[in-house]
């Protein structure tokens, strides 16, 4: 299979998010059939569920894979497994959560995945790093991220915390 180029989000609001991050994107320089060509900086966001938990760590990472996109879900549980993820409400707090967001070009509806990912387009903690990661992305239906971009502009604005480098992903926390 040809490679594919794939966006990711990354989520954490748990034990050192911003650690859970960088060792988030360090295994998936690990795994064989994906690389890892990019990710955004850091940004940490508020809570979009029950509001009585930690700011998250958010970010966006760029990949290319030849793995098909349930077959990368797959890969993508099992680093969230790795990494002990506890999810313990609906948009509750949690320790890892990796969400396919594009793949490709495709539109994907299957019951265990949805692509584009069904509420990126609503959050600005996705969008903002998709944007910076990608200035010139569309949907699959043609429209600019950076339109999406324009309309998120009542949200909570998003506080860049950091960029690793590819050496801090290689570097214990």
């Known amino acids: 299979m040809t490679p594919v180029t794939c966006y990711l989000g990354l989520g954490a609001n748990l034990d050192q998010p911003a650690d859970q991050l960088r060792q ?42 030849t793995l098909a996109p349930l077959a990368l879900l797959d890969q993508l549980q099992a680093i969230e497994q790795q990494q002990g993820r506890v999810r313990l409400r609906r948009w509750g707090e949690r320790t890892l959560d990796l969400d396919i967001l594009l793949y490709a070009d495709q539109c994907i509806d299957l019951p265990r995945l949805s692509v584009p990912h069904i509420e990126m387009c609503n959050r ?3 969008i903002q790093p998709l944007v910076e990661l ?10 600019a991220l950076s339109s ?26």
């Open 24 to 65: 988030a994107l360090s295994a998936l320089e690990q795994c064989r059939d994906i690389q890892l060509t990019g990710w955004s900086s850091f940004y940490r966001s508020k809570p979009v569920g029950p509001q009585d938990q930690p700011d998250y760590v958010n970010a966006v990472a760029r990949i290319d894979t």
């Open 124 to 126: 600005l903690f996705v």
């Open 134 to 143: 990608a200035p010139d992305g569309r949907l699959p239906n043609g429209t």
């Open 148 to 173: 999406i971009l324009e309309t998120l502009t009542e949200q909570d604005q998003l506080v860049i915390m950091t960029t690793p480098s590819r050496a801090d992903l290689l570097s214990p926390p």
